[in-house]
């Protein structure tokens, strides 16, 4: 008979009985599956946001996936006009933070898996929300409008140049609603609960 088995038919007979041990939890873990290397989660994410994917944080990864992109485009634009030591600055700032916290939400994830730590696992193939998705297809729409009034009817994209920092304020503008939002559910969801 298992130590697990031992521990539920324990529990089963005495209600009140105390959880596994802090030993028992971790010799639980070390055969888990489900464990991830913090390494591994690390040197993926020299790619930003793959070692993310790796432990499960889907959204987290695409976000720093698209900070990225977006940096190294404002860069490759020529679009930060003396500001490039600076925005290039923060690049390498916020590729390290990528490697460095990936590493840190799989030893958290890992931690929480041997119950050593009160933490919400990611799901796995988690599905997206569908305001997360309404907001791609707008973007995704407004682009290909964009470029099809450009190829078909020779519509200039001068323009953008001045423009592109409207795309900012939206996208931090969709990231405070967001933040908002589930802020207030979560209050919502706690007043139903007392």
Not at 51 to 69: E, K, T
Not at 152 to 174: I, K
Request: proline share 6%.
């Amino acid at each position: 008979m298992t130590r697990e088995t031992e521990h539920i038919e324990q529990t089963a007979a005495e209600p009140d009985a105390a959880p596994f041990t802090r030993s028992e939890r971790r010799d639980r873990f070390v055969d888990d599956p489900r464990k991830k290397s913090v390494m591994l989660a690390m040197l993926l994410s020299a790619m930003p946001g793959l070692g993310q994917v790796y432990v499960g944080y889907y959204d987290l990864a695409f976000r720093n996936i698209l900070v990225v992109c977006g940096l190294i485009a404002i860069l490759a634009s020529g679009a930060a006009h003396r500001l490039e030591p600076v925005v290039a600055l923060f690049m390498a700032f916020y590729w390290l933070h990528n490697i460095v916290d990936a590493g840190r939400r799989a030893s958290f994830y890992n931690q929480a898996l041997a119950g050593l730590r009160p933490m919400d696992l990611p799901e796995d193939g988690k599905t997206p929300q569908p305001m997360g998705s309404f907001a791609g297809g707008v973007l995704l729409v407004a682009v290909g409008v964009t470029l099809f009034l450009n190829t078909m009817f020779d519509v200039p994209l001068d323009w953008l140049a001045q423009w592109w920092p409207l795309s900012l304020v939206g996208a931090g503008a969709w990231l405070i609603f967001s933040d908002r939002r589930a802020k207030a559910a979560a209050a919502a969801s706690g007043q139903t609960e007392s």
